[in-house]
């Protein structure tokens, strides 16, 4: 495979030679094992405002502050169960989780999974947004500058009636 590369033009050859090596293994050399290697990733991700929202719906639905916490505790373990299965695994090998999953469903049947997994970092990203937006908008609202109330909805010009 790789003599027919070479015969190519260079710069396919470089190509596929920088995509084969993107998912190699990570050699062991390579790989942050310490706290202070990985804390910023992992408190990034608990300090999502999604979270503040969930914090808040416990009370909206009419729990007390420690049945809340309990709920929130309790979900949280079990979601992290299951993705440190994953962690496990890419630790033992070396390689992602996305790289693993074409030994299982091979090149064109990660398609799927990988698609997948753009959909909901792009869903994370979009309702993180959003809650950030609405904070936002809502502490306007209060301060007098904008109205929380209207719809946000851009020029009237171009939109239809």
Same mark, same amino acid.
């Given at each position: 495979m790789?003599?027919?590369l070479?015969?190519?033009?260079?710069g /396919?050859?470089?190509a596929q030679?920088d %995509?084969?090596?993107?998912?190699?293994?990570?050699?062991?050399?390579a $790989?942050t094992r *310490?706290?202070?290697?990985?804390?910023?990733?992992?408190a +990034? /991700?608990?300090?999502?405002p999604?979270?503040w929202v969930? +914090?808040a719906l416990? &009370?909206?639905? +009419?729990? =007390?502050?420690?049945?809340t %916490?309990t709920v929130?505790? %309790?979900?949280n373990?079990i =979601?992290?169960? #299951?993705?440190?299965?994953f &962690?496990?695994?890419g630790? $033992?090998t070396?390689?992602t989780?996305?790289v693993l999953?074409?030994?299982?469903?091979?090149?064109?049947?990660?398609?799927l999974p *990988? /698609?997948i997994q /753009?959909? #909901?970092g792009? +869903?994370?990203?979009a &309702?993180?947004?959003w809650i950030? #937006?609405?904070? %936002?908008m809502a502490l306007?609202?209060?301060? =007098?500058m904008?109205?929380?109330?209207?719809?946000?909805?851009g020029?009237? *010009?171009w939109?239809?009636?």
């Amino acid at each position: 495979m790789h003599e027919n590369l070479s015969t190519a033009t260079p710069g /396919a050859a470089t190509a596929q030679t920088d %995509v084969e090596q993107n998912l190699q293994s990570i050699p062991e050399s390579a $790989r942050t094992r *310490s706290v202070a290697g990985q804390f910023w990733i992992w408190a +990034g /991700a608990n300090l999502a405002p999604i979270n503040w929202v969930l +914090g808040a719906l416990g &009370v909206q639905l +009419g729990l =007390g502050f420690a049945d809340t %916490v309990t709920v929130l505790v %309790v979900g949280n373990l079990i =979601g992290m169960a #299951l993705f440190g299965l994953f &962690v496990l695994l890419g630790q $033992r090998t070396g390689a992602t989780g996305m790289v693993l999953a074409r030994a299982v469903f091979g090149r064109r049947g990660n398609y799927l999974p *990988s /698609a997948i997994q /753009a959909l #909901l970092g792009i +869903g994370w990203c979009a &309702v993180n947004t959003w809650i950030i #937006l609405d904070l %936002v908008m809502a502490l306007l609202g209060k301060l =007098g500058m904008v109205d929380p109330e209207q719809p946000n909805v851009g020029p009237r *010009s171009w939109w239809p009636s």
